[in-house]
């Protein structure tokens, strides 16, 4: 009897109920639990994940999706989202020394740089030039865990360097490793590192890729080829560190900045993920890398020479200034030039540096297309081993257009 009285009390709650949300009286909250159609899909930002450090070593634990809620700011929470995924990964390298004229027997710290994690095996990416000259090496993760660390192998020629902690006392998180032919000019550039020390862990600064195809130097004096330009914010101390794309991937390691001051002046210049990926597992199974070298020195050819050196103004290519006396190039035959013109390329020191005349003009690299000096350089990088052989196909001013095969050798230490 009770129920009987009770059921037209509920029916008419039911209906008030349901007029109430059809004006938008009832709370947001009720709506949420009322049904999935209740409130629009989150958009979900493809490809951003977010990993958490597993409790266990060598371990990898599945990244959620990151959802953006309707209305939010999208650019924040993409920063946000690259935070959490790759700062578990980056940390503060201690270059730490015996002093020679003290009565302390402790290493000290020297200097300091950044680094990320590679594999789950604890080995670690830094520059060259972060542990030259290191008795020791510490280094600090992001969740406070201090750890020695030992060198296995670094290329100047690239200023890069693997160095290995136990695996079995950190909580490793791999890096996820980008793609250098997705990188473009104007895309996102981030860089996590420790600029100025350890108090300024995890720092990440933001902008853009600025430039790409740049060649650094290396302390050898080789360049280093297609390094990317960015107007993030790189500061000593982020030497060794990450620059990322908006996924979170790395597509560079930090290295150097243009600056009279020693700080940041908006260009910095990362070694390209395409290098570091040739580079790091040889450095890692061989505990050497071995660049390919032809020998030549030489620049961009300008169609302002074609008089001088006796070439097109149409043609395009790299022109061979010198030959290493028995080098590969000079072994096969290639020219160098050989006698100044009145065209003057710079002011030296003793006066004037002219364009010299004679040498050969190289246009492809084994059928691809040669349009300046770096071409060439990046094409051995990315492709050759010492032993490999290439064809150069060049223009001889008088001879017109040859084919010549060059075998490749090893790099020498310095530039001779």
Not at 3 to 25: E, F, I, Q, Y
Not at 213 to 235: H, K, L, M, W
Not at 250 to 275: D, K, L, T, W
Request: proline letters at 7%.
């Amino acid at each position: 009897m009770r129920r009987t009285r009770l059921l037209p009390l509920l029916v008419a709650a039911l209906v008030l109920s349901l007029a109430l949300m059809g004006c938008g009286l009832v709370s947001p909250a009720i709506r949420l639990l009322s049904g999935p159609t209740a409130t629009p899909p989150a958009r979900v930002i493809e490809k951003v994940v977010v990993v958490t450090p597993t409790a266990q070593p060598l371990a990898a634990t599945p990244a959620p999706s990151v959802n953006i809620a309707p209305g939010a700011d999208v650019e924040s929470q993409i920063l946000e989202a690259i935070y959490q995924k790759v700062n578990p990964s980056v940390v503060y390298i201690e270059n730490l020394v015996k002093p020679t004229r003290s009565t302390i027997t402790q290493a000290v710290p020297e200097s300091s740089g950044s680094g990320f994690v590679w594999d789950a095996q604890g080995h670690i990416i830094t520059n060259n030039h972060v542990v030259s000259g290191a008795d020791e090496l510490r280094v600090t993760f992001a969740d406070g865990v201090e750890l020695p660390a030992t060198v296995v192998a670094t290329d100047p020629d690239s200023d890069l360097a693997v160095i290995i902690v136990d695996p079995k006392f950190a909580r490793l998180v791999p890096v996820e490793r980008g793609d250098i032919a997705e990188v473009v000019v104007g895309q996102r550039a981030v860089a996590i590192g420790n600029p100025f020390g350890k108090l300024q862990m995890g720092t990440m600064t933001v902008g853009i890729v600025s430039a790409i195809g740049r060649s650094i130097p290396s302390v050898t004096q080789f360049q280093i080829p297609e390094a990317i330009q960015t107007d993030a914010a790189i500061n000593p101390g982020n030497s060794g560190g990450p620059l990322l794309n908006d996924r979170g991937q790395v597509i560079g390691v930090n290295a150097q900045i243009r600056s009279e001051s020693g700080s940041n002046s908006g260009v910095g210049f990362a070694i390209p993920i395409s290098i570091v990926q040739r580079v790091v597992p040889a450095l890692i199974k061989d505990g050497k890398y071995r660049h390919a070298y032809l020998g030549i020195s030489g620049n961009t050819y300008s169609p302002a020479w074609a008089d001088a050196l006796g070439f097109s103004t149409d043609v395009r290519g790299a022109y061979l200034m010198a030959m290493v006396s028995g080098g590969p190039s000079d072994k096969a035959g290639l020219r160098g030039a050989s006698k100044d013109t009145k065209v003057v390329l710079d002011i030296g020191v003793s006066g004037p540096i002219y364009l010299p005349s004679g040498g050969d003009l190289v246009t492809a690299i084994d059928g691809q297309a040669v349009a300046k000096f770096d071409d060439l350089l990046i094409y051995l990088e990315r492709n050759k081993s010492p032993g490999d052989e290439v064809k150069l196909t060049i223009v001889r001013a008088g001879e017109g257009q040859k084919t010549i095969t060059v075998k490749l050798s090893e790099r020498p230490a310095r530039v001779q």
